[in-house]
Every structure is written in structure tokens, then in C-alpha cells.
């Protein structure tokens, strides 16, 4: 069943052209990954379907109704990229607020959230502005998804958490899923995707560059391996199947491969290597993929 | 349950402004009261008047004053300036805290993706501001009525006194209503709030200067405060009604303005 659905969006701010034609659906049970650039529209389309901005052309729906209507955002958990309080509230005053604006649907969660979250009485009985960022940032992770919403949808959500918490709450968001619930997951960071996600968008200055599998994103990731070998590396490495670069230089060398990476480790393992450094793969390193796909 | 969720949010931050403000207008009245029986105010203006050329003695004591009598500078008491500038901060204050003030405090996008339609916040807030502006205009007539009490002047009567409320509250409600306008198009609470009370001082000297100044007589229709006629209800008794149509056709036309705009801006 489809849960959320955009359909040739397109929005202006001035003379800044934020979304182009943007189409894509999430379905019920499904986190869906929408990865770009900070600036890249991932927020404008957000905000649209959490009915703050208005698309110049094109559809948002949410559970089958237009995103804006309020009724449906009764059913819907939001998490904005730059969250803020109000700074004067208690944390556990404004989760109660908050609470209050669904009455139908009871912060069944809260307490779950609030644990693995590692949210402790304290930090609940202080007021907002004395919080760190990270705490602010859990608090609207509850406030998101307290009521255990149908639809979730969280502009960078993992913002200021620490990596334990990061893994608990990805692990958070797999069982919401598996429970039925769709989730749009907005992230400029690749590996928090390629974790979490069943499919992906790629946005890139407001333009949808594919909609796929994240298995298939990650056979468009061009990776890059820095290796250094005791003797000189010899140039056939650069012919190693899924090397689609390679800069060798004595002993030191530099491979971007594509795809299948055992072939390379293969290679490499028949060398006597110094030093093997495999970088975490970076958003700009499938922008990569992308182009040495096209022939950019 | 959302509507009353927003009001009691809404009491929890105002609360303490609006008690202050209506404390303040109360005591503001109340000393009004007492010095106009404690002095001679009335003898000592008579004096000052001698002085001033004739057209203007005239102008002066029956244009702005409604007489020296007691009752005319009670009255004069509600057309004060302190009078004004409390009556109109609560209004802009809270025309602007309610879209911009939001927006600039940051909170605007995590409120408006709740289950909360923009016309029923709108709505909450308009509710929430003319009750605050009633009870602001209540305790004004409370002061009034309790320093006429306390000091044997001559009561006005509660017909009176509630007309002059209504009439000040009407004067607020528009100011609340065209500062809400601007406030549906803005995103900074405080430069709203700037506008308004520009445009309120310079209704507040429009309306002084025409008043006094025969030439200049033709900018009254158009400023708020001409509408606002403390003279006409306690000292002329005469009838309000056309100063109650023009104030409320202005609130109306704000709120409604300020509702088409918020219902249609992208946020925050």
C-alpha cells in the first residue's frame, strides 16, 4: 500500500529553482532513503508534505489524502532539519504539548523512545534552552514519533546523536517499519542511508538523479582505496576488474573501484601492503558513480 | 481539545504579560482619578489656557479635553498617551508574537506539521487576543471605577463606563487587527511590532494635530484614533455607534486579510 506519494513536484523560491519535477512513492512497511547535498531540495519536499509549503506545481499525498489537509497530519510524525523549542518549556512539558494536539493517538511510544534514547527524568525536568543540541534532537525524535505515527518523516534525524544512540534508533526505526509504518528518511550522510534504508532518492540541486534499490546504490559507489606496498606496485592493477581509476605512483596508489570489490582484494592480496586504507564512502563518491555512469 | 490545548499555551506565555498590562492600566486609571480630585487640575489647566491664544483656549478645552470639568479630564485620562501605548502594546504584541513572533522563535515548523489547521490556529489566536484586549479594557473601567469611589468624584455609570470599554476595546482590536496582517506576511516578530506601534504613534499625533488645528482637520477620518472618543461617550453622551462601525470594519478587514495570507504562506 502506498503511503506517501509526490508526484511531478516543483517548487520555486524567487528565482531559485528548490524542487524539478520531483516524482516518487514510499510504501507502508518501507524506509525510504532521500539522499542529497545540504541544498539539494530534500527539506523543501519535507516541508511540503508535513503541509508547510505549497509546491508551484505537482501532488504530495500523504495516506491517500492531499499532504496539507490536518486531519491526515494526525497520522503523520514529523522531525524538522533545524529543530527548535521553545526554549522557556520544560522537555517534558513540551512532549505533553505536543501529545495534546492528537488526542486519538496516545504517546504509546514515548517511553520506548525516551529509553533508547537514553532520556533520563533529569534531562526531562529541565527547561529546553539548557539542553545540548543532541538532547534538543531527541526530544524531537519523541515529539515525531511518540504517537507512533503511520508515516514518519525526518529531515536528518540523526543530527548531533552519538554513533551508540545513531545504531539504537536505526534499530528503532527497522521495527517501526517492520510494523507497517513508512518512513522518509532525509540524510546527506551515505553510510546512515545504506544502513537504514530499503530504497533510496537521489536529489541533487532540486533534480531526482534515480529512485533505486540501496543494493543497487551501492554498485554505483565508487570507492576509494589508498594502498602503499613495500615494493612497486605494478600498472596492472589498474586493470583489475572494477577499478574504474587508478593513480599508481611507486609504491603508493590510489583506486577508485566500482561495484564488486573482490577482484581488488583479490590483487591486493598477492602484494606486500604497508598500509590499506578503504575510506568510508561519502555522498560525493555516488555523485561519482553517477557520472562515470553517464560518461560525465 | 486543540483549540483549548493552543489557548492554554497561549495563557502560559502571555499570562504574565497581560497580567502586567492590565494591572498597569488599571493603577494608570485609578491615578487619573486621583489626581484629578486631589489637585485642582482642572483650575490649574484654566490657567495655563489663559495664556494661549483664544481659537486655540477654545479648541484645546472642548476638541481635546471635552471641557475642564471633572469628567472631561477623566476622560482625557482614557485618551492619555500611557493609556494608548498600553492598550496598543498588548495588541501589537500579540498580533505579532502570533504568525512572525512564531516564525522568528523557531518553533513555527514543528507546531504547524501537527494536526493543527491554520485557520483554527488563526482562529485561537484571534479568540485569545480579544479576550485579552476585553479584560485589558475591563480593568481600565475598573480603575476608573474605583478611583471615582475612592476619591467622591461623580460616577459616570456603568452604561457609560462599559460603552468607553467597548470603544477602547474596538480601538485595540483594530490595531490588533491590521498588526496581525502584517504579522501573516512577516517572519520577524519584533519588526512587526515596530511597524505597528509607528503607525499607531502617528495616528496618535495625526489625530492631536487635527484635532487642535483646523487646517489640518482633514487627516482625522483617517487615523484609528479618531474612532476612539472618550469626550462623545462620557462627557457629550452622544452616540457611539458610528466610531463602533468604522473600528470594527477595520478589525474585521485585518483578521480577514491576516487569515487569507496565513492560510496560503509557505512556513516558516
Same mark, same amino acid.
Given at each position: 500500500?502506498?503511503?506517501?506519494?509526490?508526484?511531478?513536484?516543483?517548487?520555486?523560491?524567487?528565482?531559485?529553482?528548490?524542487?524539478?519535477?520531483?516524482?516518487?512513492?514510499?510504501?507502508?512497511?518501507?524506509?525510504?532513503?532521500?539522499?542529497?547535498?545540504?541544498?539539494?531540495?530534500?527539506?523543501?519536499?519535507?516541508?511540503?508534505?508535513?503541509?508547510?509549503?505549497?509546491?508551484?506545481?505537482?501532488?504530495?499525498?500523504?495516506?491517500?489524502?492531499?499532504?496539507?489537509?490536518?486531519?491526515?497530519?494526525?497520522?503523520?510524525?514529523?522531525?524538522?532539519?533545524?529543530?527548535?523549542?521553545?526554549?522557556?518549556?520544560?522537555?517534558?512539558?513540551?512532549?505533553?504539548?505536543?501529545?495534546?494536539?492528537?488526542?486519538?493517538?496516545?504517546?504509546?511510544?514515548?517511553?520506548?523512545?525516551?529509553?533508547?534514547?537514553?532520556?533520563?527524568?533529569?534531562?526531562?525536568?529541565?527547561?529546553?534552552?539548557?539542553?545540548?543540541?543532541?538532547?534538543?534532537?531527541?526530544?524531537?525524535?519523541?515529539?515525531?514519533?511518540?504517537?507512533?505515527?503511520?508515516?514518519?518523516?525526518?529531515?536528518?534525524?540523526?543530527?548531533?546523536?552519538?554513533?551508540?544512540?545513531?545504531?539504537?534508533?536505526?534499530?528503532?526505526?527497522?521495527?517501526?517499519?517492520?510494523?507497517?509504518?513508512?518512513?522518509?528518511?532525509?540524510?546527506?550522510?551515505?553510510?546512515?542511508?545504506?544502513?537504514?534504508?530499503?530504497?533510496?532518492?537521489?536529489?541533487?540541486?532540486?533534480?531526482?538523479?534515480?529512485?533505486?534499490?540501496?543494493?543497487?546504490?551501492?554498485?554505483?559507489?565508487?570507492?576509494?582505496?589508498?594502498?602503499?606496498?613495500?615494493?612497486?606496485?605494478?600498472?596492472?592493477?589498474?586493470?583489475?576488474?572494477?577499478?574504474?581509476?587508478?593513480?599508481?605512483?611507486?609504491?603508493?596508489?590510489?583506486?577508485?573501484?566500482?561495484?564488486?570489490?573482490?577482484?581488488?582484494?583479490?590483487?591486493?592480496?598477492?602484494?606486500?601492503?604497508?598500509?590499506?586504507?578503504?575510506?568510508?564512502?561519502?555522498?560525493?563518491?555516488?555523485?561519482?558513480?553517477?557520472?562515470?555512469?553517464?560518461?560525465? | 481539545?486543540?483549540?483549548?490545548?493552543?489557548?492554554?499555551?497561549?495563557?502560559?506565555?502571555?499570562?504574565?504579560?497581560?497580567?502586567?498590562?492590565?494591572?498597569?492600566?488599571?493603577?494608570?486609571?485609578?491615578?487619573?482619578?486621583?489626581?484629578?480630585?486631589?489637585?485642582?487640575?482642572?483650575?490649574?489647566?484654566?490657567?495655563?489656557?489663559?495664556?494661549?491664544?483664544?481659537?486655540?483656549?477654545?479648541?484645546?478645552?472642548?476638541?481635546?479635553?471635552?471641557?475642564?470639568?471633572?469628567?472631561?479630564?477623566?476622560?482625557?485620562?482614557?485618551?492619555?498617551?500611557?493609556?494608548?501605548?498600553?492598550?496598543?502594546?498588548?495588541?501589537?504584541?500579540?498580533?505579532?508574537?502570533?504568525?512572525?513572533?512564531?516564525?522568528?522563535?523557531?518553533?513555527?515548523?514543528?507546531?504547524?506539521?501537527?494536526?493543527?489547521?491554520?485557520?483554527?490556529?488563526?482562529?485561537?489566536?484571534? #479568540?485569545?487576543?480579544?479576550? *485579552?484586549?476585553?479584560? +485589558?479594557? %475591563?480593568?481600565?473601567?475598573?480603575? $476608573? @471605577?474605583? /478611583?471615582? =469611589?475612592?476619591?467622591?468624584?461623580?460616577?459616570?455609570?456603568?452604561?457609560?463606563?462599559?460603552?468607553?470599554?467597548?470603544?477602547?476595546?474596538?480601538?485595540?482590536?483594530?490595531?490588533?487587527?491590521?498588526?496581525?496582517?502584517?504579522?501573516?506576511?512577516?517572519?520577524?516578530?519584533?519588526?512587526?511590532?515596530?511597524?505597528?506601534?509607528?503607525?499607531?504613534?502617528?495616528?496618535?499625533?495625526?489625530?492631536?494635530?487635527?484635532?487642535?488645528?483646523?487646517?489640518?482637520?482633514?487627516?482625522?477620518?483617517?487615523?484609528?484614533?479618531?474612532?476612539?472618543?472618550?469626550?462623545?461617550? #462620557?462627557?457629550?453622551?452622544? *452616540?457611539?455607534?458610528? +466610531?463602533? %462601525?468604522?473600528?470594527?470594519?477595520? $478589525? @474585521?478587514? /485585518?483578521? =480577514?486579510?491576516?487569515?487569507?495570507?496565513?492560510?496560503?504562506?509557505?512556513?516558516?
Amino acid at each position: 500500500m502506498t503511503a506517501l506519494e509526490v508526484a511531478g513536484l516543483t517548487k520555486r523560491y524567487g528565482t531559485v529553482r528548490a524542487l524539478h519535477d520531483v516524482s516518487f512513492s514510499v510504501s507502508a512497511g518501507e524506509i525510504f532513503g532521500y539522499l542529497g547535498p545540504n541544498g539539494a531540495g530534500k527539506t523543501t519536499t519535507l516541508r511540503i508534505l508535513a503541509g508547510l509549503a505549497h509546491p508551484d506545481t505537482g501532488t504530495a499525498r500523504l495516506l491517500g489524502a492531499p499532504a496539507g489537509r490536518a486531519a491526515v497530519r494526525e497520522r503523520v510524525g514529523y522531525l524538522p532539519g533545524e529543530l527548535r523549542l521553545y526554549g522557556s518549556m520544560t522537555a517534558s512539558a513540551i512532549l505533553e504539548r505536543f501529545a495534546r494536539f492528537r488526542p486519538h493517538r496516545p504517546p504509546v511510544l514515548r517511553q520506548l523512545l525516551l529509553d533508547v534514547l537514553g532520556l533520563s527524568p533529569a534531562d526531562l525536568a529541565r527547561r529546553i534552552k539548557l539542553l545540548s543540541h543532541g538532547t534538543k534532537q531527541k526530544i524531537g525524535l519523541v515529539i515525531a514519533m511518540q504517537h507512533d505515527p503511520d508515516v514518519l518523516l525526518l529531515d536528518e534525524p540523526t543530527n548531533g546523536l552519538d554513533p551508540l544512540v545513531q545504531r539504537a534508533f536505526r534499530t528503532v526505526l527497522q521495527e517501526r517499519a517492520a510494523a507497517g509504518r513508512a518512513v522518509l528518511l532525509s540524510s546527506h550522510i551515505l553510510s546512515e542511508v545504506e544502513a537504514t534504508c530499503h530504497r533510496v532518492a537521489v536529489l541533487r540541486a532540486g533534480e531526482m538523479l534515480a529512485v533505486e534499490a540501496v543494493e543497487a546504490l551501492r554498485a554505483r559507489i565508487v570507492r576509494r582505496l589508498q594502498l602503499r606496498a613495500r615494493t612497486a606496485l605494478p600498472n596492472s592493477l589498474s586493470n583489475t576488474p572494477g577499478v574504474a581509476k587508478a593513480e599508481i605512483n611507486g609504491c603508493d596508489a590510489v583506486l577508485w573501484i566500482q561495484g564488486d570489490l573482490n577482484p581488488v582484494l583479490r590483487a591486493v592480496a598477492q602484494l606486500d601492503v604497508e598500509r590499506f586504507v578503504f575510506a568510508e564512502p561519502q555522498l560525493e563518491d555516488v555523485f561519482l558513480g553517477f557520472f562515470a555512469g553517464a560518461g560525465s | 481539545m486543540i483549540v483549548l490545548n493552543l489557548l492554554r499555551h497561549l495563557a502560559s506565555r502571555q499570562g504574565p504579560f497581560l497580567a502586567l498590562c492590565s494591572a498597569l492600566f488599571a493603577l494608570f486609571h485609578f491615578l487619573i482619578c486621583a489626581a484629578v480630585s486631589s489637585a485642582n487640575v482642572g483650575a490649574a489647566l484654566e490657567a495655563l489656557m489663559h495664556s494661549l491664544p483664544p481659537l486655540l483656549q477654545n479648541l484645546v478645552t472642548t476638541q481635546f479635553f471635552g471641557g475642564l470639568s471633572e469628567r472631561g479630564l477623566v476622560a482625557f485620562g482614557w485618551n492619555h498617551p500611557v493609556s494608548h501605548a498600553i492598550g496598543t502594546a498588548v495588541a501589537i504584541v500579540l498580533a505579532a508574537r502570533a504568525v512572525a513572533g512564531e516564525i522568528e522563535s523557531g518553533a513555527a515548523e514543528l507546531l504547524f506539521s501537527q494536526p493543527l489547521a491554520r485557520g483554527t490556529y488563526c482562529g485561537t489566536h484571534v #479568540l485569545f487576543a480579544l479576550l *485579552s484586549l476585553g479584560l +485589558l479594557s %475591563l480593568a481600565g473601567v475598573v480603575g $476608573t @471605577s474605583l /478611583g471615582q =469611589a475612592a476619591f467622591d468624584m461623580p460616577l459616570f455609570g456603568a452604561g457609560a463606563l462599559l460603552t468607553l470599554a467597548l470603544d477602547f476595546f474596538l480601538l485595540q482590536s483594530a490595531w490588533y487587527g491590521i498588526a496581525l496582517a502584517f504579522s501573516s506576511y512577516g517572519h520577524e516578530g519584533g519588526r512587526v511590532a515596530g511597524i505597528g506601534f509607528l503607525l499607531a504613534v502617528v495616528s496618535f499625533f495625526a489625530q492631536a494635530i487635527g484635532r487642535l488645528w483646523s487646517a489640518a482637520a482633514f487627516v482625522l477620518p483617517w487615523t484609528l484614533h479618531h474612532y476612539f472618543s472618550p469626550q462623545t461617550i #462620557l462627557v457629550e453622551n452622544g *452616540s457611539p455607534w458610528r +466610531l463602533f %462601525l468604522m473600528l470594527f470594519a477595520v $478589525t @474585521s478587514a /485585518g483578521i =480577514a486579510l491576516a487569515a487569507w495570507r496565513f492560510r496560503r504562506r509557505d512556513l516558516p
